[in-house]
């Protein structure tokens, strides 16, 4: 029996890096796959293990579980590199990922020696990094390759949009300019992140078999842990010009710029300047659209958990003051900023939700504005008669915003745009001029979908056919602001862009408006929300324009990570344990597993009245995860082992120590 939700709950998702605390964020990511899948529409008979728990959990909740927003960094950034493709593809399971670790996560097959396969994977006569980089590349590649199976890719994907984000360190930096008052000056930037968007309405899809190479490059850089891998290059992962020119995209900032050397500059582990990556996260969640009503969860994974204590004041030394400013402060990269903005943005919705309820419940059903079809023709005294004398300062407040607006699609001072539209435009009649009403009419996209928003959250019977329209508005906004697909790229001079993106949006915003009035036309309680909405964006707009407030979708942050980092095994060794031992590797899995179904089931079960199910859906997934993953026979590598390992390992820097001398001669 398929199972067939009426809301949504849709997570994002950031995980942190950690060497080979890889392995444990990858039992998390296993139990995400199988949360979604178990509430997407498949079958029963195609589900088993915690996907029964979940889809039981689904079916108590009525709702569907969706990742569709992925941020990560170093290891972190691998597993939502795999997890975002299986969504994509619809995979059944993670297994490419969970070989990749158990089988060739050994330290004896990552060392950069004879038993990394040098003949197959060469470094050059110097070595520059303690772990075979190019090795490391490869088997990425082959993992993503293995996820393309021809019996997957005709499947209904688990996610209509995913946005993956995976933070790389550009070593050589990008000037950038700063503007200032009176000129302008330019900055390095290091931080980087490679974004792959998976939007069949926009027709964007870079988890496609094509661009395998340019994940497996960016998981690649967002790992290069330092001395474990060295950096790497575009044009290390010697593309076909096909494919060079196909991945162009991902470096738009760089050809923005008129940099040209995008392909050879070396990428470095992205933990160095941006370790926990809530931001791009963050920034992606406002612009979702739902068919259904929606939730929305932040799930950030720590697989390091601190536990910092206040320690008594005193003398500092001057050893320990040069430690902390060289490496433990610099390091010390926190979240309480990004966590603390997430929920102040979260009370703001509350409250913003309740003035529109009020708003909405206070309404004046006799004031209603009349004929909604010579708005553009009304000048700002005549709107303002209509609307009552609030509607003044929003008006001019939407006609900043969408001036603002043309100018950053044009790529012009705002001032220009400015003075372009007072050419044209008045808010009083003048001859020779048009109205700021027609301005509004002909350029105010994002009004036309605060007010489909507005409509479709109110109702259940047309529901669908709204979002669809919204999906109509978003696409059309998301080509016009593409740096490198837009339609309006190249043209130059103030009046013929005004003129080309009048024309782009007209037949589309006619079109939309016509469809919405089919729809409404029978309904004189609906139709009367569309045409007193301007009641309602009076209050909430300003609002919400001035905090940077797209939706009133809150957000509830969770964190996943084991209880102390001592429990798993890829905490030891600076992180590098789990390379020890494929027990130890298992373990991990394990917990990730484990913490991962326990955390999940928590955020969608959150209510104090729900925590007995919450306890009794989190005993029996446990029960399934330990019976499915017994035990291992040993706790880990015997201690000649990682002497062994150690010796390896003075071996190799002696040989890249040698060889640095060597070249230097």
């Known amino acids: 029996?398929?199972?067939?939700?009426?809301?949504?709950?849709?997570?994002?998702?950031?995980?942190?890096?950690?060497?080979?605390?890889?392995?444990?964020?990858?039992?998390?990511?296993?139990?995400?796959?199988?949360?979604?899948?178990?509430?997407?529409?498949?079958?029963?008979?195609?589900?088993?293990?915690?996907?029964?728990?979940?889809?039981?959990?689904?079916?108590?909740?009525?709702?569907?579980?969706?990742?569709?927003?992925?941020?990560?960094?170093?290891?972190?950034?691998?597993?939502?590199?795999?997890?975002?493709?299986?969504?994509?593809?619809?995979?059944?399971?993670?297994?490419?990922?969970?070989?990749?670790?158990?089988?060739?996560?050994?330290?004896?097959?990552?060392?950069?020696?004879?038993?990394?396969?040098?003949?197959?994977?060469?470094?050059?006569?110097?070595?520059?990094?303690?772990?075979?980089?190019?090795?490391?590349?490869?088997?990425?590649?082959?993992?993503?390759?293995?996820?393309?199976?021809?019996?997957?890719?005709?499947?209904?994907?688990?996610?209509?949009?995913?946005d993956l984000f995976l933070t790389a360190t550009d070593l050589h930096g990008l000037a950038a300019p700063i503007h200032l008052a009176d000129s302008a000056i330019e900055e390095k930037v290091h931080k980087a992140a490679f974004h792959f968007a998976f939007d069949p309405a926009l027709g964007s899809n870079h988890f496609h078999f094509d661009y395998n190479p340019m994940l497996a490059f960016a998981g690649r850089c967002t790992s290069s842990f330092p001395v474990a891998f060295e950096p790497m290059r575009l044009t290390d992962a010697n593309l076909t010009p096909e494919l060079r020119n196909k991945y162009e995209p991902f470096f738009a900032n760089y050809l923005a710029l008129g940099v040209d050397d995008w392909d050879t500059r070396p990428f470095a582990d992205g933990g160095y300047l941006d370790n926990k990556p809530f931001t791009y996260a963050i920034d992606a969640i406002p612009h979702r659209e739902t068919t259904v009503p929606c939730q929305r969860k932040l799930l950030f994974i720590d697989p390091s958990p601190e536990q910092p204590r206040n320690s008594h004041a005193g003398p500092v030394s001057f050893l320990t003051n040069a430690f902390l400013a060289f490496h433990t402060l610099p390091a010390a990269e926190t979240i309480r900023g990004d966590v603390d903005a997430v929920n102040a943005r979260a009370g703001l919705q509350r409250r913003l939700r309740a003035l529109l309820d009020r708003a909405v419940n206070n309404r004046s059903a006799s004031a209603f504005p009349g004929n909604r079809n010579d708005y553009p023709e009304l000048d700002l005294a005549e709107t303002v008669q209509r609307f009552g004398e609030a509607y003044a300062p929003y008006h001019h407040l939407r006609v900043f915003a969408v001036t603002n607006w043309i100018a950053r699609l044009a790529g012009i001072e705002e001032e220009t745009v400015r003075q372009w539209r007072e050419r044209h435009f008045s808010p009083c009649r003048t001859v020779g001029k048009q109205t700021e009403n027609r301005f509004l009419f002909l350029y105010d996209m994002d009004f036309r979908v605060r007010r489909l928003r507005f409509l479709r959250d109110r109702v259940d019977h047309q529901r669908a056919a709204l979002n669809q329209q919204l999906r109509r508005l978003r696409v059309a906004k998301a080509r016009l602001e593409s740096p490198l697909e837009s339609p309006l790229r190249g043209i130059q001079g103030i009046d013929e862009f005004g003129a080309a993106l009048a024309g782009q949006m007209s037949d589309l915003l006619r079109s939309t408006s016509a469809t919405v009035h089919r729809l409404l036309q029978d309904d004189s309680h609906l139709w009367d929300f569309y045409h007193r909405f301007e009641d309602h964006d009076m209050v909430t707009f300003p609002v919400m324009e001035s905090a940077g407030v797209k939706d009133l979708t809150e957000v509830q942050v969770y964190r996943v990570s084991p209880s102390?980092?001592?429990?798993?095994?890829?905490?030891?060794?600076?992180?590098?344990?789990?390379?020890?031992?494929?027990?130890?590797?298992?373990?991990?899995?394990?917990?990730?597993?484990?913490?991962?179904?326990?955390?999940?089931i928590h955020a969608c079960l959150a209510a104090p009245g729900d925590a007995s199910l919450r306890a009794e859906l989190t005993r029996r997934a446990h029960n399934i995860i330990l019976s499915e993953n017994p035990l291992p026979k040993t706790a880990g590598p015997r201690i000649w082992q990682v002497i062994a390992w150690s010796l390896r390992a003075a071996a190799i820097l002696v040989r890249m120590f040698h060889g640095l001398r060597s070249r230097r001669r």
Do not use: C
């Open 1 to 162: 029996m398929n199972f067939q939700p009426s809301q949504e709950i849709r997570f994002a998702v950031v995980m942190y890096g950690g060497v080979s605390l890889a392995i444990y964020m990858n039992g998390i990511a296993q139990e995400l796959l199988r949360a979604v899948r178990a509430t997407s529409d498949l079958p029963d008979a195609d589900l088993s293990g915690t996907e029964l728990i979940y889809r039981e959990l689904g079916q108590r909740l009525g709702s569907r579980i969706v990742v569709d927003i992925l941020s990560g960094t170093s290891a972190g950034g691998l597993n939502a590199a795999f997890l975002a493709k299986a969504l994509a593809n619809s995979n059944k399971n993670l297994d490419a990922l969970q070989k990749m670790w158990f089988e060739e996560a050994d330290i004896s097959k990552l060392l950069n020696d004879y038993g990394s396969e040098p003949r197959r994977f060469p470094t050059g006569p110097i070595k520059t990094s303690l772990l075979n980089s190019r090795r490391m590349f490869s088997k990425l590649l082959d993992a993503f390759r293995a996820m393309d199976h021809r019996s997957q890719r005709d499947k209904t994907p688990l996610a209509d949009q995913i």
């Open 564 to 600: 102390r980092k001592e429990n798993l095994a890829g905490s030891a060794f600076f992180h590098f344990g789990a390379f020890f031992s494929r027990s130890w590797r298992e373990h991990d899995i394990r917990e990730g597993r484990l913490n991962g179904a326990a955390r999940i």
